[in-house]
Nanobody, 126 residues
Framework: VQLQASGGGLVQAGGSLRLSCTAS????????MGWFRQAPGKEREFVAA????????NYADSVKGRFTISRDNAKNTVYLQMNSLKPEDTAVYYC????????????????????WGQGTLVTVSS
């Protein structure tokens, strides 16, 4: 599967952005989906994940209550709604797909994911 992320940009602190990640092919429901981010000089970190059905979601503590992950399987797209953005949210955001849908949870580790998108830059100014 190929993943194309979009929606990044420059926003002031307190603002909102919605990221999208569209997958190629017809097997989108065979994948759990996740969002990760990587700030300059830092390791890639987990942001949010959602199971193939959308029934289970997980969030990093740093984004709980501010970010919402969702998916539209008919459109082969996963979203990340980001509200109340902070300067520390500045990073390149990556979407990823995990084909191990036998696992009932929404994975949080990068090594759980099999496919990665190219990333979209989010910059939050103070």
């Amino acid at each position: 599967v190929q993943l194309q992320a979009s929606g990044g940009g420059l926003v002031q602190a307190g603002g909102s952005l919605r990221l999208s990640c569209t997958a190629s092919g017809r097997t989108f429901t065979r994948y759990h989906m996740g969002w990760f981010r990587q700030a300059p000089g830092k390791e890639r970190e987990f942001v949010a994940a959602i199971t193939w059905s959308g029934g289970v979601t997980n969030y990093a503590d740093s984004v709980k209550g501010r970010f919402t992950i969702s998916r539209d399987n008919a459109k082969n797209t996963v979203y990340l709604q980001m509200n109340s953005l902070k300067p520390e949210d500045t990073a390149v955001y990556y979407c990823a797909a995990d084909k191990s849908t036998w696992y009932p949870g929404a994975p949080q580790q990068p090594h759980d994911y099999d496919y990665w998108g190219q990333g979209t830059l989010v910059t939050v100014s103070s």
